[in-house]
Structures are given as structure tokens and as C-alpha cells.
């Protein structure tokens, strides 16, 4: 089986897992928002090896926060069910496209996820709690999971910025149970994203092991803050930390040009 290794520093890749452990545990997503760009932008690893390291390291991140969910009751396990079936089938498909996507693409991607996310958390919602669901709900909810694997395989996101807004705004779920499930969800789609990228070379072990465990101990406080917030605020502050992580992102786009204009630069003088 072909392992992928970088240079990246364990103290900077523990720094990446406090930041986003606090993310996981604070508003149910795998922290992919964090571990992404920081891996790329702080620890200047490969994107496309971010990406897969990213969501290997969303897995004890996930579980942790998953285990304070659960302590509070904020989870909801039919729901999660249905998401995990399509999940689990699109993180297959994500790690596929994973080893053929450009770069600059997955970036590119990266963005819109999380600022068409943000604009509708801005819009606010109205959860007071889901109806029973129906067979037309459960196929829906599959195929949101098949979405939300697929970009977990892709992006390295746990896939918790598509599920806890759809939750919210498609079911009615209460935010802080939206957020439970997800990370219900995140925690067999990072399994299976992480076999299959370690399949293609897309993960380094080494840095998803201190990134996802020093991210534990902040998830679980991030977790037990969730509980106490508020859903209009829990929302704005999600949206807002969306919006940032899209701005840092598109930085990375402006630097990466500029950097290519520097490297040809010589040959075209050269000539």
C-alpha cells in the first residue's frame, strides 16, 4: 500500500488540530475548514495531499465530538442513517476524483462550497424540530449524503458544512441536533475516505495522527459550548467563519499565480 509523507512540521500540524477541533466540536463539522487551509497555507503542504490529510485527521476529531453529542442527547440517529448510506457511496466517488481534479479546481470548488453555505446560514432559518420522515425525505437525505461524501473525498471536509445547513433548512432539525448528526455522519465517510486515499497516496498518517488528536481535547470543549449557544448566533458565527476561510482560500489562488509568474520568469528572460 503507497504512503505519502511531507515536511511538515508536528508542532505547526498541532497547532492546525487545536484550531480545528474547536471547529469540529463547536459547529459539527469535521474541521476540514481549518485543517485544509492551514495545512496548505501554514504548513505549505501539497493541496491535493491536504486534502486527503485533512480528512483522515477529521476522524478522531469527529469521534470526540461525536461523544459529547451524544452526552447531551443531541443526536439523531435515523437521520443520520439515511446520510451515512449516501456518504459512505460518495466518498468513494470523491476520492476518485480526487487524484484527477487540478489544484487550482479544488480550490476553486473549495470556495463555493463554503460561501454558498454561508450566504444561506446569513438568511437565517426556522428549526423548531423535524416531522416524521418520509419515504420522499429518506431518499432525499441519501442523496444529500451521496453530495456530502462526495466533497468529503474530494475536499477533505468532513462534510459537515453541507449536512447541518441542509438538516436545518430541509427538515427543520434543531441546529445543535443538526450538528450531533453530522458528526454521526463524518465519522464512517472519513473511514472510508481514508482507506481509499491512502490507496491512491493521498495522506500523510504522520501529520493526520497529531493533527486529529490534538484536535480531541479542544473538540469536546467546542462541543459542550455548542450546546449552551444560542441558534441565531451559532449560525452568524458559522457563516461568518465561512466567509474567512473563503477569502484566505482565494488568497492562496493570487499567491499560487504569482509564484508561477516568478518561476517562468527566468526562461522568458532567457529567451
Request: hydrophobic fraction near 55%.
Amino acid at each position: 500500500m503507497p504512503l505519502s509523507h511531507s515536511n511538515v512540521r508536528l508542532s505547526t500540524a498541532a497547532i492546525v488540530g487545536l484550531a480545528a477541533g474547536a471547529l469540529g466540536g463547536l459547529f459539527g463539522v469535521g474541521g476540514g475548514l481549518i485543517i485544509v487551509p492551514g495545512l496548505v497555507g501554514f504548513a505549505h503542504m501539497d493541496r491535493r495531499l491536504a486534502h486527503g490529510t485533512s480528512l483522515a485527521a477529521t476522524l478522531p476529531i469527529a469521534t470526540a465530538s461525536l461523544i459529547t453529542y451524544l452526552a447531551y442527547g443531541n443526536v439523531d440517529w435515523p437521520v443520520a442513517l439515511f446520510l451515512a448510506v449516501g456518504a459512505i457511496v460518495g466518498a468513494i466517488v470523491g476520492t476518485q476524483l480526487l487524484k484527477v481534479i487540478p489544484k487550482r479546481m479544488l480550490t476553486i470548488i473549495f470556495v463555493i462550497t463554503v460561501v454558498a453555505t454561508a450566504g444561506r446560514l446569513f438568511l437565517g432559518t426556522d428549526a423548531g424540530g423535524r416531522d416524521d420522515l418520509t419515504l420522499g425525505i429518506a431518499l432525499l437525505l441519501v442523496v444529500i449524503g451521496f453530495l456530502t461524501g462526495t466533497l468529503a473525498g474530494l475536499l477533505g471536509i468532513g462534510g459537515g458544512v453541507i449536512m447541518v445547513p441542509a438538516m436545518v433548512v430541509l427538515l427543520g432539525e434543531v441546529p445543535v441536533v443538526a450538528k450531533g448528526t453530522s458528526v454521526a455522519v463524518i465519522v464512517p465517510t472519513a473511514i472510508m475516505g481514508t482507506i481509499r486515499n491512502r490507496k491512491n497516496a493521498n495522506v500523510d498518517i504522520r501529520v493526520a495522527a497529531v493533527v486529529g488528536m490534538c484536535g480531541v481535547v479542544s473538540a469536546v470543549i467546542g462541543g459542550t459550548i455548542a450546546d449552551r449557544l444560542s441558534d441565531d448566533v451559532s449560525n452568524v458565527m458559522f457563516a461568518a467563519l465561512l466567509i474567512f476561510v473563503a477569502i484566505t482560500q482565494l488568497l492562496t489562488l493570487r499567491t499560487g499565480d504569482a509564484s508561477s509568474e516568478r518561476s517562468t520568469a527566468p526562461a522568458e528572460r532567457a529567451d
